[in-house]
Structure formats: C-alpha cells, structure tokens
C-alpha cells in the first residue's frame, strides 16, 4: 500500500498542515504504508498553459518538462493520495491548485455523466482514493465550505478539516497536549484507512475535538 501526501502549504516542512500530515502518515506506517511527504513549495511547477496537448496531441504528456513528471507519476502509482493544504482565501492554496491543474493528463477528452454530474474520463482504470487534509487560521467551520465544495470533484474518500489551525505548532505546553490528544486520532485515521478503507465514527469524532473555545483562540492568536 502506497501513499502520497502532497503538501501545497508555502510553509513546506514547517506548516501547521504538516503537522496533521506527518500524523497521518505515522498511522499508515503503522498499519504498513509506505509513505511519501512531498512538499510542493520546493517543486519547480509550471502553470497548466490549457493547451490540451496531454489529451489530443500526446494523450497522457505535458508540453512541460519540470517536477510535474514525476510528480504525477507518483500520484497515479499511489494507492492513497493525500491533497494537503492551509485554507487560503477560503479554499486551496495557488501552490497546491497549481499541482491539482497539472494532473489533467491523468483524465481523457471524453465526457462521462455520473448521477447528473459531468467529468471527464479517467485515463487509467484505476485511480488512488483521495484524502483531504486542511487546517484554517479561524475558529468555526464556515471556513472550509468553498473547499468542501471544490474537493467533491476529486471525490475524497476521507476529508480531515482542523479549524484553529494556529495552534498546531505551539510552544504553549498546556496546549501542547491538547494538540497531542487531537493528534492520537489523526494517526489512528492514518492507520485505519490504511487498514480498512475508513474510518470509525469514534474517530471522527476525535478528528473534530475542540481545542480551544473560540473566545481563547481568538486572545490566543490576537497575541
Ligand atoms: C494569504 C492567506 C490567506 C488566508 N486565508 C484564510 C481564510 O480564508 N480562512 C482561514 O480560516 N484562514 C486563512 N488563513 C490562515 C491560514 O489558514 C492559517 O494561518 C494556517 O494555519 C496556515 O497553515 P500552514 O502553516 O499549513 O500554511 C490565511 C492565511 C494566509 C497567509
């Protein structure tokens, strides 16, 4: 079983995403993933020039030869791949929607209708199942609706969304082990998709704890 995390936070290594990122990753190891983290900021990625050379000239190929060659062909040699990003502007971050338009040569220039929704055809028969992971600066979930939104075409099979995403890497040590507890069942949600294809409603729960009231959050980032 293999996954990919492909990072799209500018912060790369040092994200608050990366935090949630390297806990999952943690779980699937344990339930025996063989893991990639792979951190976009550090990518040379052209933007998609929508040419559609990849559907009708070279089916499959880019005009562009960068990261993006490799990096797709990890995407598609995954079993599991995981889009991680911040919330920026109330959706994807530009580094991580940059990489996601790039993957169009994985699709065919065929339309395919799917209970009144359009797409277009898959390239392989067999595509990795999608896992989303985002952390956002605000307390509330409002925040991450235009992301859900986008996200559904990609038809994620798991969406791990963390509101107060500001805490993730605190110094504070009594916040420290709060992020601790949220951490234990986002690594046990790495080792249960891996191990089964889901997870428990137990953790889901956990994956939506609290960490602060709002009103502390709000002191607590306000400085
Ligand atoms: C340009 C920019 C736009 C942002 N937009 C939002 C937003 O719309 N909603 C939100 O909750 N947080 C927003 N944030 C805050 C980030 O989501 C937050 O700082 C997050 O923890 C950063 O995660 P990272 O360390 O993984 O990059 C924004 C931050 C930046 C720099």
């Given at each position: 079983?293999?996954?990919?995390?492909?990072?799209?936070?500018?912060?790369?290594?040092?994200?608050?995403?990366?935090?949630?990122?390297?806990?999952?990753?943690?779980?699937?190891?344990?339930?025996?993933?063989?893991?990639?983290?792979?951190?976009?900021?550090?990518?040379?990625?052209?933007?998609?020039?929508?040419?559609?050379?990849?559907?009708?000239?070279?089916?499959?190929?880019?005009?562009?030869?960068?990261?993006?060659?490799?990096?797709?062909?990890?995407?598609?040699?995954?079993?599991?791949?995981?889009?991680?990003?911040?919330?920026?502007?109330?959706?994807?971050?530009?580094?991580?929607?940059?990489?996601?338009?790039?993957?169009?040569?994985?699709?065919?220039?065929?339309?395919?209708?799917?209970?009144?929704?359009?797409?277009?055809?898959?390239?392989?028969?067999?595509?990795?199942?999608?896992?989303?992971?985002?952390?956002?600066?605000f307390p509330g979930d409002n925040n991450f609706n235009t992301m859900k939104a986008v996200?559904?075409?990609?038809?994620?099979?798991?969406?791990?969304?963390?509101?107060?995403?500001?805490?993730?890497?605190?110094?504070?040590?009594?916040?420290?082990?709060?992020?601790?507890?949220?951490?234990?069942?986002?690594?046990?949600?790495?080792?249960?998709?891996?191990?089964?294809?889901?997870?428990?409603?137990?953790?889901?729960?956990?994956?939506?704890?609290?960490?602060?009231?709002?009103?502390?959050?709000?002191?607590?980032?306000?400085?």
């Amino acid at each position: 079983m293999k996954l990919a995390v492909f990072n799209g936070s500018p912060r790369g290594k040092n994200s608050n995403t990366n935090v949630i990122a390297e806990a999952f990753i943690k779980g699937a190891e344990k339930a025996g993933a063989e893991t990639e983290n792979i951190f976009l900021i550090d990518k040379d990625i052209a933007h998609c020039r929508g040419c559609f050379t990849c559907w009708y000239k070279t089916p499959g190929q880019c005009i562009y030869r960068d990261d993006m060659t490799d990096l797709l062909e990890t995407c598609m040699s995954s079993d599991i791949v995981c889009f991680a990003t911040p919330v920026y502007l109330w959706s994807m971050t530009a580094c991580l929607k940059n990489f996601m338009d790039r993957l169009i040569p994985a699709k065919r220039p065929q339309v395919i209708e799917n209970q009144g929704n359009y797409d277009m055809l898959d390239a392989d028969d067999k595509n990795p199942d999608v896992v989303i992971i985002s952390n956002a600066g605000f307390p509330g979930d409002n925040n991450f609706n235009t992301m859900k939104a986008v996200m559904q075409s990609v038809e994620p099979k798991l969406e791990i969304y963390r509101n107060c995403g500001m805490l993730l890497r605190t110094k504070n040590a009594g916040i420290r082990e709060i992020i601790g507890k949220y951490l234990f069942w986002v690594e046990e949600a790495g080792f249960q998709f891996v191990s089964e294809g889901k997870i428990t409603n137990e953790v889901a729960a956990g994956l939506n704890m609290e960490l602060l009231p709002v009103r502390e959050y709000i002191e607590y980032i306000s400085g």
